[in-house]
């Protein structure tokens, strides 16, 4: 959106991470991408933001304005490549993003970010950001993009559960 780049999600395996970031580096005009929204915690959502400690993933890369990713997951703290995100994301947070995850962006009411005169991002709310889902999918966290009539929803990998729960939440165009 003008120079406000968004990334949403980083490929499914670290080694994508040079693809990823050549196709960012032809449409970036700064080393700043403002949002980066990591939808759930399955790898191929995060992998490009979960490298081991001596490999450059995405955040390593760019530097990042805002960090939204999901409230809840069904991981498990010894899952290697969930560690490395956290240790990744946790890096970048220290080096002065700010960080959100979609329930705080609800509760604290954040979830509507003015990208342009025209367009907005706003953060819709979910069932699954507060409750355990049985499908790690329905933790992901949804966007919806306006601009004027046009609007693009981005959902990562809800399930038809987790969609139902959305349309009933949220007042969509």
Known sequence: VGNIDILIDAGSRTDSISTIASFIDEHMTDDLLDYVIVTHAHQDHFA?????????????????????????????D?????QNYLRERDEEIASGAEHYTAAECIQENKAEFILSEYVTMRVLDSKYYYEKASSENDYSVCVLFSQGDSHYLFTGDLEKGGEEELVARNELP
């Open 48 to 76: 490009g933001f979960a490298t081991g400690a001596n490999t450059e993933s995405l955040f390593d890369r760019y530097r990042v304005g805002t960090i939204i990713d999901f409230a809840l997951t069904n991981q498990k």
């Open 78 to 82: 010894t899952s290697t490549m969930y």
